[in-house]
């Protein structure tokens, strides 16, 4: 019987591992009919499901491989589930029960941060990001969730910080080169942020795939810095739908329409940039700066 199970589990990892899925599926559910408490049977199987986004099924399986066999592996594979079927305090639990286990284990510490966002908990989705940084501490996706992080709360200098860090380290990225320039707006120095836009413009991505370019700046594992991204364009399209709409209007009554202000200008070249129009963002940050200029000339730029 132990010969029997030990080639039906090495044949359905042999078909899983050859992207057979179907047919490793089928391989696990004989061996499970037979020995129902093989945790690396439940486990695998469970992977399969997860991988096909089936996380109603692998939660049960992940559950029952952690309780027969407690380990990082099983723990975090259902904290991962629970995740996704949007159990999100379950998966809390799970994965606060895996650094338990693997106190350093990164991608507990960053589903942690993700889940804590999700239910809006802004201090404890902070610590679990600065935890990542404290043990690697040029973390790729912690370094730019925590900028994102940073910017949406208008906490600019400490964006600004991780924006600066992540880009030495990982040149390229669209969206964290948009909001330096804004920020550095923000703060006054216009001239900086031209010369950041424009250089971005012609020589990163130029104006034919920039938008292809902002969708492409985060990967799955980003998942901090995808949500706020989202969020970020969704505000975008309202903003600037409702601003379209006040420039239609201002046609039919010119005299009631009154121009945009300085931040407003500033405001507007960043909706433009994040719905893939550099040219259109150009044209209102040169505005803001000549804006401001007028209502401080002193300031320098």
């Known amino acids: 019987m132990a010969q029997e199970i030990q080639s039906l589990f090495n044949e359905a990892v042999r078909l899983e591992r050859n992207g057979e899925w179907e047919r490793a599926e089928t391989q696990y559910k004989i061996l499970l009919e037979k020995d129902p408490n093989y945790h ?6 469970g992977v399969i499901y997860a991988k096909q986004g089936k996380h109603a099924d692998a939660i049960p399986l992940f559950s029952k491989a952690y309780k027969l066999h407690a380990n990082v592996k099983n723990c975090y594979n259902l904290a991962v589930s629970l995740y996704k079927h949007e159990e999100t305090e379950k998966a809390i639990s799970f994965l606060k029960q895996t650094l338990t286990f693997e106190k350093k284990f990164i991608s507990a510490h960053l589903l942690l941060a993700q889940a804590y966002q999700k239910l809006g908990n802004d201090e404890k989705t902070e610590v679990y990001l600065t935890n990542v940084i404290k043990i690697e501490p ?26 600066e860090r992540y880009l030495i380290l990982y040149p390229g990225n669209a969206q964290l080169k948009i909001i330096q320039s804004e920020i550095l707006a923000k703060q006054g120095n216009y001239k ?13 991505v ?15 594992e980003d998942g901090i810095a995808n949500e706020s991204l989202h969020r ?7 903003k600037l ?9 201002s046609k039919e009554n010119p005299e009631e329409f009154s121009p945009p202000d300085a ?12 719905n893939g129009n550099p040219e259109k963002a150009m044209q209102y940050l040169v505005f803001a700066q ?10 320098p730029s």
Do not use: C
């Open 263 to 274: 931040q407003e200008a500033l405001d507007l070249s960043l909706l433009y940039l994040f």
């Open 206 to 220: 130029g104006f034919t795939n920039f938008n292809e370019s902002l969708q492409a700046a985060w990967k799955e």
């Open 232 to 238: 970020i364009q969704s505000k975008a399209k309202m």
């Open 138 to 163: 040029d973390h790729k996706s912690a370094l730019g969730g925590l900028a994102m992080f940073y910017y949406e709360r208008n906490r600019f200098p400490e964006s600004l910080k991780m924006i």
């Open 192 to 204: 900086a942020s031209a010369t950041l836009l424009a250089a971005m413009v012609k020589e990163d």
């Open 40 to 45: 690396l049977a439940l486990q695998n199987l």
């Open 290 to 299: 000549k804006m401001k200029e007028k209502t401080d000339p002193d300031r």
């Open 241 to 249: 739908k409702e601003f379209q709409t006040k420039l239609e209007l």
